[in-house]
């Protein structure tokens, strides 16, 4: 088993910023390809950003140029830095790893007007 542990969610005020932190431990090799999705109120979850573990990155377009995905393959911990935070990237944050399929408890993240 992989356990996920998340941390840096909180309120921010819009065009403030954020850093989110998911630490796997576990039964681990290598955690594949590691990141973030988020799920707003009446919304599906969906993808915010992906790193694999050769670092090649994925991004949403509505967070292309303001979140930064980042792995740090010793430490088997994925981040996720947010800057210019607007109110519609309100939402719950998952971290993820495909190896094997995992997804952490989640992190509110509440970006007020």
């Known amino acids: 088993q992989v356990q996920l542990v998340e941390s840096g969610g909180g309120l921010v005020q819009a065009g403030g910023a954020l850093r989110l932190s998911c630490a796997a431990s576990?039964?681990?090799?290598?955690?594949?390809?590691m990141g973030w999705y988020r799920q707003a109120p009446g919304k599906q979850r969906g993808l915010v950003a992906t790193v694999t573990s050769a670092g090649r990155t994925n991004y949403a377009d509505s967070v292309k140029g303001r979140f930064t995905v980042s792995r740090d393959n010793a430490k088997n911990t994925v981040y996720l830095q947010m800057d210019s935070l607007k109110p519609e990237d309100t939402a719950v944050y998952y971290c993820?790893?495909?190896?094997?399929?995992?997804w952490g408890q989640g992190t509110q993240v509440t970006v007020s007007s």
């Open positions: 993820y790893v495909s190896l094997p399929p995992t």
């Open positions: 576990g039964s681990i090799f290598s955690c594949g390809t």
